[in-house]
């Protein structure tokens, strides 16, 4: 399987770098995690064929993860003429902030009836379920409120795994989110800064004799993080990048 650095960026646009979005490929699996407010720009630009993205997972509402849907949706609508289904995925509530964002973006979007069967599904940390041919685990972060709705995710499809922080500072249940997994996606805001609500490097690292992914690449960097790209001994996102797992 391939995933594709569509953005690696943090809300801000730290290093020049586009808002979360990844996607990935394989024989049949075709999806994207996260879709933030510069995803239509980023798959515009790697001409990724936009219809044949089954399912999207979000990890979280805010917009450099979630802001993108309205002009992922409203292109699928009107310019590339989508008629293969799309299920959206996402934490409790799902529902009711597509039609915000979706009313935020363009007023009566979300009223408008799309010409592909659209779903949008909500689960919950401790549910498998299976979307599009991938085994979905969500898993629950720390970003914000207790409780969320903020996730990290274990994706499985075709014999390999990926799995993605999302946004979060520690939780154990990281281990088991990336326990061993084919390729592990990580947030590493700071170097060694604690701060709430995200994750440094240094805490990842004192974790990963737990975790042994088999793959590890670290995203969501601030300008902290990236002005020691250089000199880290670990693989670090860019937009455009790809990885075979």
């Not at 995933?3 to 690696?8: A, D, P, R, V």
């Not at 979005?21 to 936009?50: P, W, Y």
């Not at 500072?169 to 590493?188: H, I, R």
Request: net charge negative.
């Amino acid at each position: 399987m391939q995933l594709k650095f569509i953005g690696s960026g943090d809300a801000f646009g730290s290093g020049g770098r586009l808002n979360t979005c990844f996607h990935v490929t394989g024989e049949r699996a075709n999806f994207l995690i996260d879709c933030g407010a510069s995803s239509l720009v980023g798959l515009k630009a790697q001409q990724v064929a936009l219809n044949q993205i089954q399912a999207v997972f979000i990890t979280h509402f805010h917009a450099d993860h979630f802001g993108g849907i309205p002009f992922f949706m409203l292109d699928a609508q009107f310019f590339s003429r989508r008629t293969e289904p799309l299920v959206i995925v996402g934490p409790a509530g799902l529902r009711g902030w597509y039609e915000r964002v979706m009313e935020t973006a363009f007023p009566g979007s979300s009223k408008t009836q799309p010409k592909f069967e659209l779903s949008l599904i909500e689960v919950a940390p401790g549910e498998v379920v299976e979307v599009a041919g991938v085994v979905v685990r969500p898993f629950q972060a720390h970003h914000g409120n207790p409780g969320g709705p903020f996730f990290s995710y274990r994706l499985e499809a075709e014999g390999r795994s990926v799995a993605y922080t999302g946004d979060t500072e520690w939780t154990d249940a990281l281990v088991a989110a990336a326990s061993g997994v084919d390729l592990f996606v990580a947030e590493a805001y700071f170097y060694d800064k604690k701060v709430k609500l995200h994750l440094d490097l240094a805490t990842l690292e004192e974790h990963l004799p737990a975790i042994r992914p088999k793959r590890l690449v670290l995203t969501h960097m601030s300008d902290d993080m990236l002005e020691r790209v250089p000199t880290l001994s670990y693989e670090t996102a860019r937009d455009g990048m790809v990885v075979d797992f």
